[in-house]
Nanobody, 125 residues
Framework: QVQLVESGGGLVQAGGSLRLSCVISGRTFSTFRMGWFRQAPGKEREFVAAISWSTASTYYATSVKGRFTISRDNAKNTVYLQMNSLKPEDTAVYYC??????????????????WGQGTQVTVSS
């Protein structure tokens, strides 16, 4: 059974950086896509970034492009989200998710089969 466990969240001042990690356990697929989403209080879940595990192709939301970087370490079964130049509006619970069918889209959230429990990121002004 595949499980996703996020870590790395915390409290940081505006302009600071954090790196989130998502460890994938029980993985048997070699081709899949990983995504990061976030949800702020009172707001809908929104797409942040995604990466194709086999090709390392990456996709970003406009709001984070140039500030966030998604990457993966195949040996460690881990996907990362490096977040730089953080802003108060980046405050949210961040979730990683796995899409084992490589859907033609990647940003709605419905494409993903497994989700982690989330990690809180709080950016103070």
């Amino acid at each position: 059974q595949v499980q996703l466990v996020e870590s790395g969240g915390g409290l940081v001042q505006a302009g600071g950086s954090l790196r989130l990690s998502c460890v994938i356990s029980g993985r048997t697929f070699s081709t899949f896509r990983m995504g990061w989403f976030r949800q702020a209080p009172g707001k809908e879940r929104e797409f942040v970034a995604a990466i194709s595990w086999s090709t390392a192709s990456t996709y970003y939301a406009t709001s984070v492009k140039g500030r966030f970087t998604i990457s993966r370490d195949n040996a460690k079964n881990t996907v990362y989200l490096q977040m730089n130049s953080l802003k108060p509006e980046d405050t949210a619970v961040y979730y990683c998710a796995a899409d084992f069918e490589i859907s033609p889209t990647y940003g709605s959230g419905r494409e993903y089969d497994i989700w982690g429990q989330g990690t809180q990121v709080t950016v103070s002004s």
